[in-house]
Structures are given as C-alpha cells and as structure tokens.
C-alpha cells in the first residue's frame, strides 16, 4: 500500500511545498487574530489560528461551484484536486466505482450549524436555511469530493477528534487491501470559525498567554508551560493505492503504509485525557507486533503532541510504555506549525516519512521532567527508514500509522 | 502486498447479541412487538416545541429522563456527562452484551470465554447528531443572556455515545466513529464485519445512537422533506421522512468464539457493501445506481447471488424521490422479482434515525431472520405508488420460516450508500 | 400596494394585483435571488423575469428553490405550503411574482 499524492491547504497556503518549508525552518506560518466580539472567548484566553487563506483556493473550486460548499468542503475539494493532480492522476482515472473517499473531521462544518442554530433562536425554525443544512453535515465534505471527482466507491467520513485523521487513511488502506477500491482519496479536514475557536477557547483547550503579554499564543509540544493547543484549519487529501497499481503507471510513492493500529483509554472522560499511557503504549506494541515489526526497527516518530496539557501527557506516557526501557528514536512534534485540526499534522508526517528536513520543534523551550520526551532541535537526521506516526484524541481514542520511505520495497 | 502484511484470514461472523432504543421503547421486546404489530411510533412528542416547526410528528424515546444529567436508575455515568445519545448507546449496548452473554468489562477479563483480552474488543459507531440537543440547549441558554453549564457541551461530538458505550464497558480496542448521514450505522457495521473478520477484534460492538434535536428537524423541514403525517414509505401520496431516535447494537464475533462459550447465534453477518452516488448533496441518483452498486458491493462479499435474498430491510423513507431511486436500485440487482421480493420498511415504525438507522434497520433483520417473519407496515389500506411497487408486508406479519438470507441498504443525503446482508443462523449453507 | 399596506389587508381569494405591484414583487424577488443563492457577480438587472430558473437560464436546483422558498416567507410575510412548491410556480421570476402577489 502506497501513498502517490498529497495535497494540502492551511495557514501555509495551498501545497506541499511552503508547508515543508516551515518544518525546515520549525517557523509556524502567521496566525491570524480571531474575531472575539461575540464574547464566547474568555477573557485572556486564545486571540489567534492558523487560518488557510481560503482565496487561494479560487484556482482549485472556482467560484460557481463553491457558492454552495461550506469552507470545510472548499478545503477538501481544493486539497482532493491537488493530490489527484500530484499523483499523476488524471481526472477520468478517478472518476467510477474504483476510487474511495474516506475523510476525517473534528467538528465539521462547524460554522453552517452554528449559523443553523443561530436563526432557529433568533428567528425560529422555520426560517432556516435549506442550503446551510445541505452543507453542515459532517460528511458534506466527503460527499462534495466524491462529486467533483465523480468517485463512486465506499465513502466513509470518521469523526474521531485528533485521531480521525490516521484513522481515515487507515480504513482506506483497508478498503483498497480488501478489494473494494482500487484507489482511495483519504485524508482530514476542519474549519476553525470565530465561535468554535471560542467555544474550544472557553474550556480551556487553546494555547494563551497573559493579557496584556506582546505576541500570539504558541502551542508548545512537550513544553514544561504548555497551556493549550493552537487551533487550526485546512484539508489535507492523500492518494492512496496498491505498490502494484503505482507502479504500473510509472508513479513513484511518497511513502508506504506498512502498519497501523488503534485504541482507546476507557479511563477518559468525555472530551478529557484519561491515565491509560501504559495500556495504550501496549496497544501499540500489539498493533506493530501484529505486522512483524520491531518497536527497534522505528527510527523516527511524528509524534500528534500539539501543546495540550493532558494530551501530551498521554502521548508521552505510551510512547514511553511502547518503547519500554530502549530509547525512543528521535522525535518530532509538526503540530508546533500545524497547529491543532484540519489534517495539516498528517501532510507533515508523510512530509517527513518522505525525508523532508525538520528544523527545531517551535515554541518548545524547556522540557517537562514528568513526561520524559524532548521534541526534536532541528540537527539535521537521515531520512527515516520506519516512521510511526501517532495521534491520541480528547475523549479516549488513540491511533498509529506506520509509514516507510517511498524507495523502499 | 508490501512484506509483512498477510493477506487477512477471513472468519465466519455471527451476531451474538442485540440491543435497542426506539420510539417503541427501551428494549428490543418492544421494537419487535410495535413494528410486527403494524404500528408506529411516530407522534407528537415533548422533547421540544414542535408548534414552531413546519411538521408536529416524530418517534420520540418515551419515558425520557427529566433532565439533561440527570441519571435513569441502572445506568452507571461514571465520570463521564452523558446526553440523550450517549444514554440510548449504553442501554442498548448493555442490553446487546447481556444477550450475548458477555460480561461488562471487555477490556481484559480472567474469563477469556467471556471477556476478550486487553485490546480484543472494539466499539464501531455511526451517528449523525451525538449531543446537539444538549449543545442547542446550552447555546440557547447563553444567546438569552444566561450562564448554562459548560459540560452540556461537552458530549456534543458525534463520537461521543461510541466513546461512551467504549467507556462504560472498559473497552481498549479499537474504537471509531462514522458520521456518514443515514448511512452511517451500516457503514460502522461493515467496518465491524471487516475488523472481527481479519482478527483485529475478537468482539465488536457496532451500531449508533441519534437523539432529536431541533437543527436536524427544522433542517429536514427546512428541505421540505418531512411528512405532515407519519411517514408512508413507497405508498402513494407519501410527502416526506418522520424523524425518529434511539439506539441499536450488535455484538459481532467470530462464530467458533460464541460457539465455544456454549452461546448460539442469533444470525451471520455475511457481507458489507458500500458505493457513492457521487451526483448531489440532498437528491438520490434517481436511477439507483450507487444503491445498487452498494448491494451488488455487499453480495459479493457475501458470496451469495441475488437470488439468494428472501427479503430486503429497505431504507424506505417516504419522500417522493428516495423510494423511487431505491425501487430502480432494486430493479436493477434483483430484476423481475424485485416486484415480489418482500420488503420491510422500518422507517413508518420507527422514524428515520438518521446516524442509527441502518444499526436499527440490522437489529430488525436479524428479527426477522431468527423470529420467521417480515414485520407489517402500518396503514395498511394505503396502496403502495406503482412507481416503486416493492411487495410491502401489510396486515398480519409475514411468515419467512424458510427464508435463509436478507439484505439491509441504506441510502444517505450526500450519496453514501451502504448494504449488509444477513443469513439466519441454521439455514443451510 | 406597498408592504405595509398589504399585511394590513385581508387575504384576497382571487388575485387582483396590479401590474404596477407585481413588477415591485419582482424587482424584489431578483433582489432575494442575487442576495441569497450566492451567484458569482450576478445583478438583479441581470435577470430575465421570464427566462426559465431552473435547468437553463439561471440553472438553480432543488436546494436553490427551498432557499428562494425561505427567502419569499420572510420577505413577504407569507407561508408558502410544500405542495405549492412546484416546477410552475417557480418556473421564472414572473410566475413566482404573480403568486407572491396573490399571497400578499
């Protein structure tokens, strides 16, 4: 199973490439300052996010077809597009019953519920909008995919919080291993709107310094201060197809898939982190073990830590359990650029499987003693044979992905 | 395929145990005796003030509890702040595992009879609204200047009754959500059949749960798709869906699992289909073709032909276009006997329960298959429209004592489409 | 009739607008249509009153019609039932300004 095309939107803008550039640098791209009127932020709580520069997407969904598509379904169309096109796909190639589309999203069309809601209060429900409702089901985006590109096969959307996104390209390698598509369009998206960003901000899940403290919040991974994650939005769509279909047409992959795996933590509380680190970390073991691979045979880890207290934690503890007395290899944190949400952290971690050059984990400046992992400082590593990209979710699940370098056999 | 990665063993999956919560009841007791008595469920209801909306109707759970929080008695919470959804989940979920016979902790028990080992048990979930009842509720709240808890928000997300039912019952498998609008409980069911079959769980617990909330209502109204009347599935003069909530849940295992335990099932779980109309966010491809490729996906995996399937668990909702793009689908994967195949249309009993509907819809099949029969629909004396003249069960149930397999579709808003097929247990192979 | 006047009358069974109100009505409609169906740098001249709305013309769907359909409630003040929601009232900007002008 292979990956042969990525595209990707967010704060970086539209592509792969400014996004590599930023984890070479360990520089995340300019936040932008979130409208705060509505009073749902708290008072000196999170100011910014990561916001993808939805103009830019006008090349990829040209107006007339995105007057009816939520933000969240312009994202993925546009990333859907890109990795079609980088693939080496041509359109009619993805058209019919072979190609899948299995996505994933935290909070989906957020801000069209949200307007939703807002009319059925303050005019009544009968004053709703039939075009908002069409478009603010999770699955609008998934749905919106399939018709631009006129996929016809298994069309699956997963809600899992922050581990959605490796559990989407995971079912879809799964999908095509069974036979039940030749290919697969899989990936992540979410939108960050101004009451969402206030609403998350509100129960303490968002990064934020003193009031009246100069410059924005940054998520910390790992960090001794770190108070909360930076929220983001964007897509990001990998293709997915057999070693064998790629190299019929000639198509080199990024990366392969060689293993995957998931979990859950039965101690969390709903929405919350739990203490089940030892179990989880077993459970990696487990998952990597059923496909034959060594924990010592893993020479990089992209690791979903992102600045939340309790998420990292997590993170830390079953990285630790998994990889039991031996040393972890090194790791890296992408979402100190990506931020939190919309798929960003898994064009980062396929960047890297990929070989792409990570620079110092930003907003990182003092480990934390209790959790035992420091992100990686940016000298410079050889590209990763095994590279385990892990993710844990607010709530309990928790999922892995197990790429190798696209040259490998 | 890469090195290390066998091709997965595939091993016969039976249905241990289910669960539900309907607007017949908590129970699947009740959601049997409602349905086979031709009845439905679908009424006016208190959860909200429906006299604000276009339509009155719906199949509201009865004996609600008071208050969001608030705890029915044998429903333990733990930490966790549950909403209508994650409450349905757990009910039906408990009620599925008694009946499967396995005890409440499945995350690693002495008795590997019962209790799988640590990570052997996932939760596979399909749900379309989670906790936005309680979300409506507290923004509500604070758009009229209060100050709601912060916690009825916390169990908005979709994920949250699989989390939910993953929490109460200790599971640390795998545990996923699917929120693919009305298809979305047969998808989570498909995903369950494809992880006990390759070994990566030893029991699945599958469904979804779908409470009413007032964006899904007004949306649907909104659409123009709600019946004033309770919903009449390919009847004439049908006008819309009627939305229902609940729950279902099925424990999914590898036969020689249940079998060892002394355990018989209740059905086999055959096959999973599913196939994308690709063509517009709320209006089916009317010729049916994604429907059908989603059953034709589903046989295949079971090994069966069309002609193998005795009766079909339609999707049925009762607007104008979905029955008519379902017969097409039908027409087009069983031919000339699509026009006598029987067909049962649990929507008119139960509502539409969106997320949870294909997990309901399974739960009735599995019924159907293990009780002998095909339950009626209400309103008997409505005829069916000839332009989706499915041979609809009216009257007394139907007897299928000899009928040996059944097929589930589900069709979603947004193209998505899923099929199960089920066998009864026993049946010949 | 202006707005006002007309939620100050009693319904009328048969339509007796005058065709100075009906172009008012329709003015607003192509109004309603620029402002609430998000097409990309249409104006309201720009809308032929009897090209078709649906299929050619302005190529609206299903979901463009129930928005229209939300958008004349709450201009109009009128409630527009599902079963009047069909192909020939809504067929152009004049068929559906002589319905609204039956309505108000």
Redesign the interface.
Known sequence: ?VITGLGTVGAWGCGSGALARALAAGVPPAATAVDRSAG?HRRCGARRALLTPMAALAEWVP??EA??MSPPSRLAVAAARMAIGAAGLAAADVAG?GTA?VTAT???PSSF?DA????????????????L????????P???I??A?????????????EAGAL?AVA?AA?AV??G?AERALAGAVDEMPAMLHG?LD??GTLAHRPCRAPGGESGRPFDRRRNGVVAADGATILVLE??AAAARRGAAPLA????W??????S?????WGS?AP?LG??LR?AMER???AMGAIDRIASGASGSRGGDRLEAGLLRAAWGDAALPPVLAPKAVTGEYGGGFLAAALLAAAGAPYGPTAGFAEPDPRLGVVPHDGRRLPPPALLLASSVAA???AAWLLL?AGGA? | MAAGMAAPARRQVVVSGIGAVSGFGWGVEPLWTGLRAGATAIRPFVRFDSSQHRTRLAAEVPAAPPAPGATPAGLATGRSRLSFADRFAVAAAAEALAGAGLGETLGGGEDERSAPAAGAAGVFFGSSTGGMWESENYLAGVWAGGRPPLRLLAAQQVNCPGDAVARRFGVTGPVSTISSACASGALAIGAALAAVRSGEVEVALTGGADSLCQLTYAGFNALRSVDEAPCRPFREGRSGLSLGEGAAVLVLEPLARVLARGAEPLAVLLGAGAACDAHHMTAPEPAGAGAAAALAAALADAGLEAAEIDFVNAHGTGTPLNDVAEWHALERVFGARARCLPVAATKAGVGHLLGSAGAIEAVVTVLSLQRGELHPVPFAAVPVDAACPVALVAGAPLPLAGARAAASISLAFGGSNAALVFARWGAAA | MSSLESELQPPEPIQTASCEGIAEIAERVKRLIVENLHLDGLQPEMIDEEAPLFGEGLGLDSVDALELVVAVEKEFGIKIKSNEIGREVFSSVASLSRFIAGRV
Not at chain 1, 133 to 140: C, D, L, T, Y
Not at chain 1, 256 to 259: L, N, P, S
Not at chain 1, 261 to 266: C, H, K, L, Q
Not at chain 1, 268 to 272: L, P, Q
Request: a positive charge; proline letters at 5%.
């Open positions: 199973m749902y107006p007339a007057r009816r019953l589309v935290v909070f989906g519920s939703l809601l807002l009319q059925i209060v303050h005019e009544g429900p009968q004053a709703v909008s039939p075009y409702f069409s478009e603010s089901v999770a699955n609008a998934t749905a919106q399939a018709i590109c006129g996929a016809r096969g298994p069309n699956l959307t997963l809600c899992q919080g559990l079912r799964a291993m069974e039940r609403l509100r129960f057999t070693a392969h898939v060689r293993a795996g998931s979990a859950f933590d039965p969390a509380s709903t929405a919350g089940g179990a077993r459970s487990r496909r034959g691979v709530g309990g699940a190798a056999g």
